[in-house]
């Protein structure tokens, strides 16, 4: 058994069992190596019986759900009671001193009467309530205290959790994996890893999901962090190698006019639209004209802030190949803004009486759908193709494609890129992304592309007036969030998490979307969006939120790239010091896109100085390239615990930002690396040649998923 081994190979996992795994995206052995913790919990200390009214009671009354996580230790003095209820047997033990009483209760757990034995001491942990002047604790673990105090210095692991498949047997199966696999081969060299003071890999694999002390989870977390930066940048910069080496074979019309006659599509739409492009969205597109133009294929990457006019510049590029009668296409990271390029498109080409076929292909489409946009794919030579993933499986045949884009970047690795750029015949390539990353650290991570800065946003655009606020001014905001609707606009709000996760406070998208119903007006229409939903049911939802039939749209960060519905006027963010600044900067540009005033609220559910300084940046600037350099001056070595910042490039660990000094140590021995051995095919070399070559697979594997 092996890393690339299929999980369901592990005893104690079922076929069942291994279709949960394969809801958190764990298919290998590898895979459940990956799937690192997203928080890490310490115990709290113990709580006497005697002591929880005047330690906990306070503290439950001030807790937002009235509860809290405690320790609590006393003598068991009586047997405890089994009944049957609801088809179910309930076991139920009540503990109490003279001033306190608290009443234990479990399900489905009968033996426990064996185990809880009158006269001994026991830990009960678990979530306290107060109803009146009783405690009350569901579900409580039982601890020996010697045990538990033993344990109190440990941290523990929380994972991401599915349906059925709870963080003990996440953490079980993690373990016998660490026992079983042989990680002591390191593949990278001892030097870098010296250099750097990095932890060799099999002790940041065991710390990272068991760590032994704070100081071993940071160390872990450094040594992981370093090799995805590593790893990503050497990938990327193999593949520049191989890129500058292509020709460009195809043949665009002069960039020149006639003398007093315009000849290009290209201008003919740009003189035909109802506003004038900015200078930097003029120039980006002259970069790119001339690119297509060039002696070798473009490989250009276009920087454009929330609301700065990609997309037009996206269109006219694929304007430009269409004239000189070749194929584009535009790859989008979700169906719904899939959606909406087809259909701007669309639009563009029927106003300026343009005869261009536009396709779109995603994966939602039916069986008959696809054909026919395979058959049209084949039969227009100079088709503009919108789509998703589906643009780069294995059936998606092209004829002459000349131009590739990929919109949102962040979200497509290295492996897509190629994916798509192979189905052609070694066509140019634009990568545009509105994520504002600071140029230093762009080179870094797009070492193989040019790049091209939209640094302006168009001046018909009135600027979204944002403030922070704390929790207490929630219903405050629920009001303004009514008035917005009275005046037939519509609003955002979008939670951390798609549901409750145990043993982390923050609001999800499932309650409070049930909850905000409580306190909106009848007639207002309420629903949620998360990315575990099936896609129809996503289109279904964001078509509706577009025709306003649906006036709230509770979410998660799925919206943050790309929607576009210009009635939509407020952006309220739940728990907004848990997003990084760049992130809460892109939702902030779902609102403010139609003629009418926009608002972004953001809740604040932290006492933290250090969280209240980094949001007022928001309230202080619309401009999301300073907003990222600020963010990226005010973040230290880290917060090694609570949710990752930002999603940037789908880096499991890594945060561009909170690591910037480990990307350009990884950027740094990388590039040395490749100096000495482009392709890195020296015998030295072969581990590093090896981990490379998996981690691209890993990459196509995602692809194709």
């Known amino acids: ?31 459940i190596l990956l799937h690192y913790p997203r928080d890490y919990d310490r115990l709290p200390p113990i709580t006497p019986l005697s002591e929880l009214q005047e330690q906990a009671g306070e503290t439950i009354e001030l807790s937002e759900k009235g509860e809290i996580m405690a320790a609590v230790a006393a003598r068991v003095d009586k047997t405890p009671y089994v009944r049957a209820a609801r088809s179910m047997q309930v076991t139920s033990l009540t503990l109490q001193d003279q001033k306190v009483k608290i009443e234990l209760v479990w399900f489905r757990m009968p033996y426990l009467k064996n185990t809880l034995k009158s006269g001994e001491w026991f830990v009960f942990l678990g979530k306290v309530r107060k109803k009146g002047t009783i405690f009350h604790m569901e579900q409580p673990q039982i601890f020996p205290p010697e045990k538990y105090q033993s344990m109190q210095e440990c941290l523990w692991p929380c994972y991401a959790l599915t349906a059925g498949l709870g963080k003990n047997k996440i953490s079980q199966t993690i373990q016998k994996v660490l026992e079983t696999i042989d990680l002591s081969v390191d593949y990278l060299p001892e030097e870098i890893r ?32 370093f090799d995805e930066f590593f790893q990503f940048i050497l990938s990327a910069g193999m593949q520049k190698e191989q890129m500058e080496e292509v020709v460009n074979h195809f043949s665009f019309l002069p960039l020149e006019t006639e003398e007093g006659k315009c000849c290009s599509w290209t201008e003919k739409v740009m003189e035909n639209l109802p506003y004038q492009l900015t200078e930097a969205q003029k120039r980006t597109l002259q970069e790119i004209r001339q690119d297509l133009r060039g002696r070798k294929v473009m490989q250009r990457l276009v920087q454009g802030d929330v609301g700065s006019g990609k997309t037009i510049i996206a269109f006219l590029s694929m304007l430009d190949a269409a004239q000189a009668g070749y194929q584009s296409a535009l790859m989008a990271p979700t169906e719904v803004l899939a959606m909406q390029h087809y259909q701007t498109f669309t639009e563009l080409c029927e106003k300026n009486n343009l005869k261009i076929p536009v396709i779109l292909l995603t994966g939602s489409l039916t ?3 696809k054909r026919r946009a395979y058959e049209r794919m084949q039969l227009y030579e100079n088709a503009m193709i919108i789509g998703t993933h589906a643009l780069i499986q294995e ?6 494609l000349a131009l590739v884009i990929t919109d949102e970047q962040h979200r497509f690795g290295v492996k897509q890129r190629e994916t798509l750029f192979l189905k052609g ?24 592309l040019d790049i091209s800065v939209i640094d302006q946003v168009p001046a018909r655009r009135l600027p979204v ?45 499932t309650d409070y979307a049930k909850n905000l119903k409580k306190h909106l007006p009848e007639g207002i229409e309420v629903e949620c969006l998360h990315g575990k939903m099936k896609s129809g049911r996503k289109n279904l939802i964001m078509e509706q939120f577009a025709r306003n039939e649906i006036q709230v749209l509770v979410s998660t960060t799925v919206i943050e790239v790309g929607v576009n519905v210009p009635n939509a006027t407020v952006m309220m963010v739940e728990d907004a010091q848990r997003f990084g600044l760049a992130q809460l900067h892109q939702l902030r540009g779902r609102v403010g896109r139609g003629d009418a005033q926009s608002y972004c609220i953001m809740i604040n559910t932290s006492d933290s100085e250090k969280a209240k300084k980094r949001l007022e940046i928001l309230n202080r600037s619309n401009d999301g390239f300073f907003i990222a ?27 561009i930002y909170q690591n910037a ?35 691209l697979q890993n990459q196509a594997e995602i692809v194709n998923l």
């Open 1 to 31: 058994m092996n890393q690339t081994s299929s999980i369901g190979e592990l005893k104690g996992i079922g076929a069942k069992t291994e279709q949960l795994f394969h809801n958190l995206g764990v298919y290998t052995i590898g895979d």
């Open 194 to 225: 010296e250099r750097h003071r990095l932890a060799e890999y099999n002790f940041a694999l065991e710390n990272i999901h068991f760590p032994k002390s704070e100081e071993a989870l940071e160390q872990a977390r450094k040594r992981l962090i």
């Open 367 to 369: 069986q008959k759908e």
């Open 395 to 400: 059936r998606a045949g092209y004829e002459d």
């Open 425 to 448: 015949s070694q066509p140019h390539v634009l990568v545009m992304s509105a994520t504002p990353i600071p140029r230093t650290l762009a080179i870094i991570l797009y070492g193989d």
């Open 465 to 509: 007036k944002s403030c922070v606020v704390g929790k207490k001014s929630r219903n405050t905001s629920y009001d303004f969030l009514k008035k917005e609707i009275a005046l037939g606009h519509q609003a955002y709000i979008v939670c951390p998490l798609v549901e409750e996760s145990e043993g982390l406070e923050a609001e999800n998208v």
């Open 629 to 655: 350099g600020e963010d990226l001056k005010l973040r230290g070595p880290g917060d090694f615990f609570g949710i990752r910042q930002s999603g940037l490039l789908e880096f499991r660990l890594g945060d």
């Open 661 to 695: 000094d480990l990307l350009k140590q990884a950027s740094e021995e990388a590039n040395l690396l490749l100096s000495e051995d482009r392709q890195l095919t020296a015998p030295e070399h072969k581990k590093i040649r090896e981990k490379i070559q998996s981690y």
